[in-house]
C-alpha cells in the first residue's frame, strides 16, 4: 500500500507520498510532536513512531525539517501541501504555502528542495512575480479604462530579486507565460492586436519575458468567475471567441506571433521595429 499526498498547483497536481516498505521490528522508537501527527492522521496514517515503516518514519521527520525551515527564516508559518522523496532524478521536495495568504488554487504554493547544504526555496521570488502582476495589470486597466478583464500569470524562470528590479526594469531575467482574458465588451478580435502591439512595447521596455495568450470572451460572459484553478477550461467554453499569442525570440530581435480569430489562424514572426511600428 502507499499513501498519496497531493497538493493543486494552477495547471498540474503534485503527488507526494511515503513509501510503505517492509517495518523493521528492531529500530528504535523516535518521538512524533503533535504537528506531525497531525499531518499523519489527515492523511489516515498511524500516529506512532513504533507503527510507521522506516521509510515514513524518516519521511515525516524529513517533512517537519523543511516546513521548519521556512517557519523560522521567513518568520510566519507555512501549511504543508506535499512530498516528493528523493530518488535517482527526483530531488527532495516539500511544497508548502503561507498561512496569511491561503492556497489560492496553488497560485501560492512555495517550493523547498533539500541541497547538499540543507535547504533552498522560491518564495522570496513570490514578491517580484506579483510586483510584475501588478505592473502588468495596471497597464491593461489603463489602456482600457475598465476591469473587466483578468490576467493569470504562470513563472518559467525567475533569476531577479525584488530589491534588484530598479525603474520597473525585470532584465530579462524573469520569464513568465500570461493568460490574459478580456471581455468582448472592452477589446474585440478586431482590435486584439493593437492592443498587443501595445502591450509588447510596454513589455520590451521593462524587459520583461515570456509568452502572452490574450483571449477574448463574449460579453454576456461573467470574468469574475475565473480562478487560477479553473481558467484552463475557458479555453474551450462556448463563451470564448478567440486568442492572440505573441513573445519575444531568445535574442530580443523578433515577435513570434500566431492567433486564432473570426475563425481564422495566423502565425507570422516579425522584427521588433516592424512590429512595434504596425499602429503607430
Not at 518514519?57 to 521567513?74: A, V
Not at 478583464?149 to 513568465?176: H, R, Y
Amino acid at each position: 500500500m502507499k499513501k498519496i499526498f497531493s497538493v493543486i498547483t494552477a495547471a498540474v497536481m503534485i503527488s507526494a507520498m511515503f513509501s510503505c516498505g517492509a517495518k523493521d521490528r528492531t529500530k528504535s522508537v523516535n518521538n512524533l510532536n503533535d504537528w506531525q501527527k497531525e499531518v499523519l492522521a489527515a492523511e489516515g496514517l498511524p500516529t506512532e513512531a513504533d507503527e510507521l515503516t522506516d521509510s515514513q518514519l524518516h519521511s515525516i521527520q524529513r517533512i517537519y525539517e523543511m516546513i521548519t525551515y521556512l517557519n523560522e527564516k521567513y518568520d510566519e508559518e507555512f501549511i504543508y501541501g506535499g512530498y516528493l522523496e528523493p530518488a535517482a532524478n527526483q530531488t527532495e521536495t516539500l511544497y508548502a504555502y503561507p498561512r496569511l495568504l491561503g492556497a489560492d488554487y496553488g497560485r501560492n504554493t512555495v517550493t523547498v528542495r533539500a541541497t547538499k547544504d540543507g535547504f533552498t526555496d522560491d518564495y522570496s521570488d513570490r514578491s517580484v512575480v506579483d510586483y510584475y502582476n501588478e505592473l502588468v495589470t495596471n497597464f491593461i486597466y489603463d489602456y482600457f479604462n475598465s476591469d473587466d478583464f483578468v490576467v493569470f500569470t504562470d513563472v518559467n524562470a525567475c533569476d531577479i530579486k525584488k530589491s534588484e528590479v530598479i525603474d520597473c526594469d525585470f532584465q530579462w531575467k524573469l520569464g513568465v507565460f500570461d493568460s490574459i482574458f478580456l471581455s468582448e465588451s472592452i477589446c474585440t478580435q478586431d482590435d486584439v492586436e493593437k492592443f498587443a502591439v501595445n502591450f509588447a512595447k510596454y513589455l520590451y521596455e521593462h524587459k520583461m519575458d515570456g509568452m502572452q495568450r490574450i483571449n477574448i470572451m463574449n460579453s454576456d460572459f461573467e470574468i469574475s468567475k475565473m480562478t487560477y484553478g479553473n481558467f484552463t477550461d475557458y479555453y474551450n467554453d462556448e463563451h470564448y471567441l478567440g486568442y492572440y499569442c505573441f513573445a519575444f525570440d531568445s535574442l530580443k530581435n523578433s515577435v513570434l506571433q500566431d492567433d486564432h480569430l473570426n475563425e481564422k489562424r495566423t502565425q507570422n514572426e516579425y522584427k521588433i521595429d516592424e512590429y512595434f511600428s504596425k499602429y503607430n
